[in-house]
């Protein structure tokens, strides 16, 4: 069975990636000239969720100053609604940039999650977004979040979870199908970091088994063993980094050692379905040019290297063919294939590539 999945959304989501870390440095250079709470929002806050692509100065999309009375007490608004079908699904609470969340902060925003029907809540400070659902109790939302991003320390995991958070990627369920794991990960993480820094009577107690010390395991004796059991914590975790350093350097030098041995030799698979495309394309051996590389083999005009049609990455899982179209998007799309004969299936867009050049 062929499988298409065209490239484009993963080049915009890669884009979206490049924007985000030119947001972050943005944010390192000005962060010390925003002294307030409007001078956050409209200098972070308004671009960030441009960013996740929400049209901020529309006020049937993105409210400020939403209403969200609690009980008796009325005039009560949460910074900023996200609204879908004129109902919100997320709230966003905005602090000076700098401030500490806290409890307090957090209380604010469950009691503007009660009385709404979002189901998401963002509390931030312009570079910090703590992201809350209701995951323990419908309606209620949970004190601890599910996920944390730091704007100016990004890392891959939490750009991955913020890229469904996006406004052409957004789906309740598939946020709340990961949300409940994330939320416990993070939180076994941080007591795992916890005992590494500063392991508790629990935690020593379980490791000293009769094979490790057999006497009595008193406060003396887990004072003792508590700065043994850090520095043993220390080792594992350098020899464990140092095994993998090690196993990296030698995969590279074995990697280099077959490109050496065996240099631009194609595999049969992948001259088999060059061969394919040229007769979809009814096109002779002297109008292009196949090309060899580690990782794939490609076909291009010939004469003009960087002008490559498409690309064969044979796996052991399964074959992949990557078309580069020459049209004013100037795209990628990879179609995935067990057989040859598959290719017939997409012969007409194979062929528009191809014409795609010459226009």
Not at 196 to 208: H, R, T, V
Not at 254 to 260: D, H, I, M, P
Not at 329 to 358: A, C, G, P
Request: charged share 25%; net charge negative.
């Amino acid at each position: 069975m062929l499988i298409g999945s065209i490239k484009l959304r993963r080049n915009i989501n890669m884009n979206f990636i490049t924007e985000l870390e030119d947001f972050s440095l943005r944010i390192s250079r000005m962060q010390e000239n925003i002294k307030t709470e409007e001078a956050t929002k409209t200098s972070i806050v308004l671009p960030f969720f441009q960013l996740l692509g929400y049209d901020v100065f529309n006020p049937l999309e993105f409210v400020p100053e939403y209403t969200a009375d609690a009980g008796t007490k009325k005039g009560e608004k949460v910074d900023y609604a996200i609204l879908k079908n004129n109902e919100p699904i997320i709230i966003i609470e905005v602090k000076t940039i700098n401030t500490e969340l806290n409890n307090k902060h957090i209380n604010q925003l469950f009691r503007y999650f009660s009385v709404t029907k979002a189901r998401f809540g963002i509390l931030t400070n312009g570079t910090t977004y703590k992201f809350y659902s209701d995951l323990e109790e419908p309606n209620k939302m949970d004190m601890v979040p599910f996920l944390e991003i730091d704007l100016t320390n990004l890392n891959k995991d939490t750009v991955n979870e913020l890229l469904k958070f996006k406004k052409e990627e957004f789906n309740v369920k598939d946020i709340l199908s990961s949300a409940s794991e994330l939320k416990y990960e993070s939180l076994i993480k941080n007591a795992i970091a916890e005992q590494f820094k500063n392991p508790s009577d629990q935690f020593i107690k379980a490791l000293l088994t009769k094979d490790i010390y057999s006497g009595v395991k008193t406060q003396t004796v887990l004072d003792k063993f508590r700065n043994i059991v850090k520095l043993s914590i220390g080792d594992y975790i350098n020899d464990l980094l140092n095994e993998k350093f090690q196993n990296v350097i030698s995969s590279s030098n074995e990697q280099a050692s077959t490109l050496e041995n065996s240099p631009d030799e194609f595999l049969p698979e992948e001259l088999e379905a060059l061969d394919h495309i040229s007769e979809v394309l009814n096109i002779a051996n002297s109008d292009v040019s196949y090309k060899k590389t580690s990782r794939y083999a490609y076909m291009h005009i010939k004469g003009f290297p960087s002008k490559w049609i498409c690309r064969v990455t044979i796996k052991s899982t399964n074959n992949l063919l990557t078309l580069r179209h020459f049209d004013s998007h100037n795209f990628e799309s990879e179609y995935i294939f067990d057989d040859v004969s598959q290719l017939d299936q997409i012969s007409t867009l194979i062929q528009k590539v191809y014409d795609e050049y010459f226009l």
